[in-house]
C-alpha cells in the first residue's frame, strides 16, 4: 500500500459500513479515485452483523457480496483497515489527513486456511457477536470479512499462543513484529461515514440492563436469531438458555427522551416488526411478541409492514412507555407502566425484554474537524466550507436503503469538490 | 488479438497438496485440458508465483490462465491479470473443504478435483478477454424530467460536478409543488420555526447555470437510444419540437395530493375543509399575518386531520402513508399560532410520525401550544359557521368532538409516475389484436406517459409498489430496471422535502455513472465494470422474439424484419437472452453456451455400476455460489458427488445445458436461485422464476428421454443458506441414489 499516490483529486471515505461502501463504489465508478478507511478489521460495518433487513427480511450479505464484488473489480477504490483517523489539516481541495494504523499481525500472505486459530489456545469475548459468544485469539472477523485475512488479538502478543500461531502458519503470514504506525493522506474531499452506535442501554437504568440477563438490546437479538449466530438462530434467553417464546419489545429506549437521546431513531419500530418475524419463524402460534409504544412510525410504503403485523394474532400492542423493569424469583422480567389507551395499569411478565435501543453517532465523543457541522445530537449536517460531508447513519438515524441514498448523494458531494479543485487549477 | 496459448496453474497450499494427487491434477491438465503450460506451485498466491504467472503472460505469451486453487471470491487482488482470460478451478472451498475427511473418501476427492481441473481448462478454451463494447457513446449530459424541487436540486448538483444538463418543466415556470409552500419544515438544527423554502433561489441559480438548459412548458414526446445516445424530443405547448440527445435521464415528476373530494366523511367539498395544498395557499395569501378562510372570516380554531385517506386498511384510499404530513400539519399549526398564539390548533392523529430531529420540531410545537390528541376521525359536518369532527379519543376511550373554523385535510402523496407498464401489456395485447377499445385506451395511456420510451417493455419505469417508480432493493435504492434512467424524489416513494433533495442528489451521482460506463462500453450496476456484452449471430436468428420480450431491462428492441436489436447499453449483462435463446444465438465473450457446456461436457461420467452418481449444480453468483463457499468456509461436509458450475443469474440457464448434462449420463440437475415472487432478491429481476418456467417446458423432453423428472430440481438458495445448502445437496443426492442411475448413462 503506498498512500503517497493520494492526491488532491483523492476523496477520502471514513467508515468501511455500507454507507461508506457504498460511497467510495460509487465515485470510483464514476472513475474517480478514493480511498476507504475502516477502524476495525473488515468492512461491513453494523450490517454485516443484523441477521435480516426490513421489510424484504432478505439478508444483509446479500448487498454486501454484491459489494465486494465491484470493490474487487475496481481498481479505483483503495481499502485500509485498522486505520483510524486521527487528524485532518488544511483545508476543501488540499486536505492532509494523519492516519493511526493498528496492527493486524496477520499480513497479506494469509490464505484463510484456519490454521493459526486452530492452534492458538486463549479465548476472547468475540466482537463481532456482541460479546455473546467466545472465540479464538486469532480469528476471522466473519464469513463476509474483506479483507479475507485472520486477525491476532492483542492481547495474545507476547504470549506462548502467538508464537504457536506463527509457527502454525505455512505462508508466513503471520508478523509478530507489526508495529502501530501514522501515515499520512493527501486528499482533495472527506466523506465521513462514520455511521452510528447503540445507546449505551444501562443508561436507561429503570429497564435494569446490566442487571436482569433476560433484558437484552434489539442488537443482541439480531445476532441470537442469526443462524450464524452464537445460539444457532434459536432464541434462547441468557438466564438459563431456555427458548424465550414471550418476547417484550420495548421501543425508544433511550430515544425520544430529554434525559438521553432528544432524536426519535426512526429505524426502531421497523426494527421491532421485523423481529416480531423471527419470534413466529421460531415458535409459529405459540410465540408472542408485545411491543410497547408511544407511536408505531414506520413511514411511507412501509406501512403494510406495520398492518400485516396488526393482523398477526402473535402480536400485540400496548401504546405505553415502561416505567420500570422488575425481576421476578425466576429470572423473568416483569414490565411495569400504564397502558395510556384506557389508562390502565399493568405488571406483566414476560420470557425476554428486547430493548429498541435509539441509533446515536458513532463519532459522539471524539472530536471531529471544526468546519463539520453537528446538529444537537451530534449527527452531521454538512461543512462551512463544504470541503467533508456526512453520509449514511453519521447524518442521522437512517435505514439501511436510507444511508445508502445518502451515501451515493455524498459521493457526488466529493466529486464536486475534486471536480472544482481540479478545474480552478486548470485556470491557473 | 495474438494467438491463444493457455496455461494452467495448480496450487498445492492451504492443504491441497496432503489431501489431492497434485501431479494427477497437472497431467489431467496437460493431456485432457490440453493446457500449453502446467505448472504446480506450493504458495500460488504469494508474491512469488503471481510473478510465475505475470512472467508467463509476458515472456510466454501466455493469454488464458486457469487457476486451480481456491474459490474465484478468494484472493481476488493476487489473482489480477487484466490482459489474460481467466477461469478459476474450485479446489479449496469446492473440493477439500466440503469432502468428509478420512482416506475412505480419498477417491470421490480427487475425482471432485480432477474434474474441476477439467471444467477449468474446457471453459478455458472456449473464454475469449472482454474488450468492451466497440460501440461507446460520446453524450454524458444529463435530462432532467421535472422541474421541481427533486430536479432543480438534481440539475443543479450535477452541474456543479462538471456536467451539462438538460430540465423539461410542464409548468411555464420553475419550482412545481415547493412553489405552493409558505414556508417548508426545518432542515437543520435547531429545528425548531418552518424555515424558507429556497425554491425561488434554487430556480433562479438553475436558470443562471451555464451547464443548464431548462425547456419551460414542455414534456418529453419520445425517448428513443440507450443510455450515451439517448435521443429526446421536447414539445413544446406551442406545437414546436426541439430535439435533445442525452447521456442518462433522471425522472423528478413529484407527486399529485390525493383528491379530498373522494373524502366526504371528512368533509371533503366542504366549504371550510381544505388539504395541506388548500392551507399553504391561505397562507401565503396571509403572508405572515392571520390566516382567513375563502370567505374572509379569521380563523380563530383549526383541526389538522392526519393519515385522511391514507394508511387506508379498507382497500378505498391509500394503503400507505406519506412521511411527511405530520411534520407538514405541525408546520403549518406554527402558522396560526406565530400569528395567533391565542388560536386553538389541534392534530389529530393516531401516529405521529416525525422521525430523526422531527421530534424538536415537534417540542418545539407543544412549545407554542399546539395540542396533539390520539384520537380516530369518524365524520366532519359542517356546523355552524364551521366544522364539527366527530372523533374517538383514543386516550380517553370515548367518543367526542372538536368544533373549528377551519379542518385541514393530510391526505398523502400519488407519484406521477406514468404508465402502469402491467396495465398497458394488456391494453397493448387488447389493440394489436384489432380492438378498437383496447386502441382507444393505448392512446389514452401514451398521453399520461411521462417518458414515452420506445421500449418493447413499454413507455416509462417500471412500477413497484402502490404505483412508485421505486427500486425494489433495500441495498441498491437507484437500482433502477431501466439502464440510464433514475427516478428522484416523491415518485419514487413518498417523501418530505429534505429526503427528496437528498434522493434528487443521489440519483444525479447514478445518472452521471450510468453516462460514464456507457461512454466506456461497461456495464452498469450490479454487474458495474464487467466488458462483455451479448454478441448475436443473427444468421441464426429465428426471430422468436424470445430474448426482446424476457429481457428485464427492455435492452431489446425489434427491427422492421423483427430482428432483435440489442441496446448495449441498456444491457445489464445478466445473460437472460442467452438463456432465453432456443437456437443459441447470443453469448458473451466470457460467458456463453459454450463456456458452459463444454465445462459440462468435461465431466467424467462414472458408469452405472460405480455407485458414483453425477448431480450438476447451476448456482446463481450472487446468492448460492457464495453460500456453497461459505459451506466450505465453515468445513460443512456435502457429498463429493456435485459438480457446480456458477452461472450470472438462474435467467441465464439455457435448456440445452440441462438436456446435453442428462444426456451425457448426469443423474441429475440442481438449479439454485434466488428468491422469488413478491420480495424477489434476484437483482436481475426475475432469473428464478424464468428458469422455473422454462424447465416446467422440458418434462415433456426429459419424459421422452425416459428420464423421471425430479431428475431436475430448483431450489431457493439464500447467501446465508450454507448448511441449508449442503442438507439440499445430501438430501437430493439420496434421493437420486435411492432413484438409481440415469438409464442415459454410456449412450453420451
Known amino acids: 500500500m503506498s498512500p503517497s499516490i493520494a492526491t488532491n483529486q483523492t476523496i477520502l471515505v471514513v467508515g468501511g459500513g455500507i454507507s461508506g461502501m457504498t460511497a467510495a463504489l460509487e465515485a470510483a465508478e464514476c472513475g474517480k479515485q478514493a480511498i476507504l478507511v475502516e477502524r476495525n478489521a473488515t468492512l461491513g460495518g453494523r450490517t454485516a452483523l443484523m441477521s435480516r433487513y426490513f421489510p424484504k427480511m432478505c439478508h444483509p450479505t446479500c448487498g454486501l457480496e454484491i459489494n465486494l464484488r465491484r470493490l474487487k473489480g475496481n481498481r479505483n477504490v483503495r481499502v485500509m483497515t485498522l486505520a483510524e483517523v486521527s487528524n485532518v489539516a488544511g483545508q476543501r481541495g488540499d486536505y492532509t489527513v494523519t492516519l493511526k494504523l493498528t496492527p493486524r499481525y496477520v499480513n497479506t500472505n494469509c490464505t484463510a486456511c484456519g490454521a493459526c486459530a486452530a492452534a492458538v489456545e486463549a479465548e476472547i469475548p468475540n466482537p463481532y457477536e456482541y ?34 500461531a506463527r509457527a502454525a502458519c505455512k505462508y508466513d503470514a503471520i508478523d509478530l513484529d507489526m508495529q502501530a504506525e501514522t501515515v499520512e493522506l493527501k486528499v482533495g474531499a472527506i466523506v465521513w461515514a462514520t455511521g452510528w452506535k447503540p445507546y449505551d442501554a444501562a443508561k436507561i437504568q429503570p429497564y435494569g440492563y446490566g442487571r436482569f440477563a433476560n433484558v437484552i438490546t434489539s442488537l443482541e437479538f439480531e445476532r441470537l436469531a442469526d443462524p450464524h449466530g452464537p445460539t444457532g438462530g434459536k432464541l434462547l434467553r441468557p438466564s438459563d438458555g431456555n427458548e424465550a417464546k414471550d418476547i417484550a419489545f420495548i421501543q425508544c429506549a433511550g430515544s425520544r427522551d430529554e434525559n438521553h437521546l432528544r432524536h426519535c431513531s426512526r429505524v426502531c419500530c421497523m426494527a421491532s416488526l421485523k423481529q416480531t418475524h423471527y419470534v413466529r419463524e421460531a415458535h409459529g402460534d405459540s410465540g408472542k411478541s408485545t411491543i410497547y409504544y408511544i407511536d408505531i412510525r414506520v413511514i411511507d410504503r412501509l406501512e403494510d409492514f406495520y398492518q400485516k403485523a396488526q393482523q398477526d394474532a402473535t402480536v400485540s400492542f400496548v401504546k405505553s412507555k415502561v416505567a420500570k423493569i422488575a425481576e421476578d424469583k425466576d429470572g423473568n422480567p416483569v414490565l411495569h407502566g400504564v397502558d395510556t389507551e384506557g389508562y390502565h395499569r399493568y405488571a406483566t411478565t414476560h420470557d425476554l425484554v428486547v430493548l429498541a435501543v435509539g441509533m446515536e453517532p458513532e463519532t459522539n465523543g471524539i472530536k471531529l474537524p471544526d468546519d463539520l457541522l453537528l446538529d444537537s445530537s451530534g449527527f452531521i449536517e454538512g461543512s462551512l466550507s463544504e470541503g467533508m460531508c456526512g453520509a449514511g447513519a453519521a447524518t442521522s438515524p437512517l435505514d439501511v ?14 466529486i464536486q469538490v475534486v471536480h472544482k479543485t481540479s478545474a480552478a487549477e486548470g485556470v491557473k | 488479438m495474438s494467438e491463444m496459448k493457455t496455461a494452467a496453474y495448480i496450487c498445492s497450499g492451504c492443504g491441497l497438496g496432503d489431501k489431492l ?33 505475470r512472467d508467463d503472460i509476458e515472456k510466454e505469451a501466455v493469454t488464458h490462465v486457469c487457476i486451480a486453487a481456491c ?19 474450485n479446489l479449496r472451498e469446492g473440493v477439500i473443504w466440503v469432502v468428509a475427511e478420512g482416506s475412505e473418501h480419498d477417491e470421490v476427492r480427487q475425482e471432485m478435483a480432477d474434474d474441476y481441473v477439467r471444467m477449468g481448462c474446457a471453459e478455458l478454451k472456449k473464454m475469449k478477454l472482454p474488450q468492451g463494447n466497440p460501440n461507446t457513446t460520446l453524450q454524458k449530459n444529463i435530462l432532467v424530467v421535472g422541474g421541481g424541487m427533486s430536479g432543480l436540486t438534481a440539475a443543479f448538483e450535477a452541474a456543479e460536478a462538471g456536467y451539462e444538463v438538460v430540465v423539461v418543466e410542464k409548468q411555464a415556470q420553475l419550482g412545481g409543488w415547493a412553489n405552493k409552500l409558505w414556508k417548508r419544515v426545518p432542515f437543520k438544527a435547531p429545528y425548531a420555526e418552518p424555515q424558507d423554502t429556497g425554491v425561488a433561489e434554487l430556480a433562479a441559480k438553475v436558470s443562471a447555470h451555464p451547464r443548464i438548459k431548462v425547456h419551460l412548458n414542455s414534456t418529453v414526446a419520445e425517448t428513443t437510444g ?17 430535439e435533445e440527445t442525452i447521456g442518462a435521464i433522471i425522472q423528478a415528476t413529484g407527486f399529485a395530493a390525493y383528491d379530498i373530494a373522494r373524502l366526504p366523511e371528512l368533509g371533503g367539498g366542504q366549504a371550510n375543509v381544505v388539504d395541506q395544498a388548500g392551507l399553504e395557499a391561505l397562507a401565503q395569501a396571509a403572508n405572515g399575518g392571520m390566516l382567513k378562510r375563502a370567505d374572509g372570516k379569521e380563523i380563530k380554531s383549526v383541526v389538522f386531520l392526519q393519515c385522511a385517506g391514507q394508511r387506508d386498511e379498507t382497500g378505498q384510499h391509500l394503503p400507505y402513508c406519506s412521511g411527511h404530513c405530520c411534520a407538514t400539519s405541525i408546520k403549518q399549526a406554527m402558522y396560526f399560532k406565530d400569528a395567533n398564539p391565542d388560536t386553538d390548533t389541534v392534530v389529530l392523529y393516531t401516529d405521529l410520525r416525525v422521525p430523526g430531529m422531527g421530534e424538536d420540531f415537534y417540542r418545539s410545537a407543544q412549545e407554542k401550544g399546539v395540542i396533539f390528541t390520539k384520537g380516530k376521525t369518524n365524520r366532519v359536518e359542517a356546523a355552524g359557521d364551521g366544522c364539527k369532527v366527530n372523533f374517538r379519543d383514543l386516550i380517553l376511550d370515548e367518543d367526542a368532538s372538536l368544533d373549528a373554523d377551519l379542518v385541514v385535510l393530510a391526505t398523502g402523496q400519488v407519484p406521477n409516475a406514468g404508465v402502469n407498464l402491467d396495465a398497458w401489456d394488456k391494453v397493448v395485447a387488447e389493440a394489436d389484436g384489432g380492438s378498437e377499445e383496447g386502441k382507444q385506451k393505448k392512446s389514452a395511456m401514451q398521453k399520461i406517459s411521462i417518458l414515452n420510451l420506445s421500449y418493447r417493455q413499454g413507455p416509462d419505469m417500471p412500477q413497484f409498489k402502490h404505483g412508485f417508480a421505486d427500486s425494489h432493493f433495500i441495498c441498491f435504492p437507484y437500482e433502477t430496471r431501466r439502464t440510464g434512467i433514475y427516478a428522484a424524489g ?5 417523501m418530505d422535502m429534505l429526503q427528496a433533495t437528498e434522493d434528487a442528489t443521489g440519483a444525479a451521482l447514478k445518472a452521471i455513472q450510468a453516462a460514464e460506463n456507457a461512454s466506456l462500453g461497461r456495464a452498469a450496476h450490479p454487474r458495474s465494470g464487467d466488458l462483455s456484452y451479448p454478441i448475436v449471430r443473427l444468421e441464426g436468428c429465428t426471430q422468436c422474439k424470445r430474448c426482446t420480450v424476457e429481457c428485464p431491462f427492455g435492452a431489446i428492441d425489434e427491427d422492421e424484419k423483427r430482428f432483435p436489436v440489442f441496446n448495449e447499453q441498456r444491457c445489464r449483462r445478466c445473460g437472460t437472452c442467452m438463456g432465453a435463446c432456443p437456437v443459441r444465438v447470443i453469448s458473451f465473450e466470457n460467458y456463453s453456451v459454450d463456456t458452459v457446456g463444454n465445462q459440462i461436457k468435461a465431466v467424467e461420467i462414472p458408469d452405472e455400476f460405480s455407485e458414483k452418481p453425477r448431480i450438476l449444480i447451476l448456482a446463481c453468483e450472487n446468492d448460492a455460489y457464495p453460500a456453497l463457499d461459505m459451506a466450505g468456509l465453515s468445513r460443512t461436509v456435502y457429498s463429493a458427488f456435485v459438480r457446480v458450475i456458477p452461472v450470472r443469474c438462474l435467467g441465464s440457464v439455457n435448456t440445452i445445458w440441462i438436456t446435453d448434462a442428462l444426456n451425457s449420463g448426469y443423474d441429475g440437475v440442481m438449479m439454485m436461485g434466488c428468491k422469488k415472487g413478491g420480495d424477489y432478491q434476484c437483482h436481475f429481476v426475475k432469473g428464478s422464476e424464468l428458469a422455473g418456467y422454462r424447465m416446467s417446458k422440458i418434462g415433456d423432453t426429459l419424459t421422452g428421454m425416459g428420464l423421471e423428472p425430479e431428475r431436475v430440481s430448483s431450489f431457493e438458495v439464500a447467501i446465508t443458506d450454507n448448511e441449508r445448502v449442503a442438507k439440499f445437496i445430501n438430501d437430493y443426492v439420496a434421493q437420486l441414489v435411492e432413484m438409481g442411475p440415469s438409464p442415459m448413462k454410456g449412450f453420451g
Open chain 1, 131 to 164: 460479546g455473546l459468544s467466545k472465540t479464538r485469539a486469532a480469528y476471522l472477523p466473519h464469513s463476509m470479512a474483506y479483507p479475507m485475512h485472520y486477525v491476532l488479538d492483542p492481547s495474545i502478543i507476547g504470549t506462548a499462543d502467538a508464537e504457536k
Open chain 2, 226 to 242: 440507450a443510455p450515451g445516445r439517448f435521443k429526446v424530443k421536447v414539445a413544446q405547448e406551442s406545437g414546436a419540437v426541439a
Open chain 2, 21 to 53: 494427487d497434485i501431479a494427477q491434477l497437472g497431467k489431467i491438465a496437460q493431456k485432457e485440458g490440453k493446457m500449453a503450460l502446467v505448472r504446480e506451485h506450493a504458495f500460488l498466491c504469494n508474491s512469488e508465483g503471481v510473478q510465475m504467472i
Open chain 1, 401 to 414: 436503503n436510507r444511508s445508502v441514498q445518502s451515501a451515493t448523494a455524498a459521493a457526488l458531494r466529493a
Open chain 2, 71 to 89: 474459490s474465484r471470491r478468494a484472493k481476488t487482488d493476487a489473482f489480477h491479470f487484466p490482459t489474460a482470460a481467466m477461469t478459476r478451478a
Open chain 2, 490 to 494: 416523491p415518485v419514487r416513494r413518498p
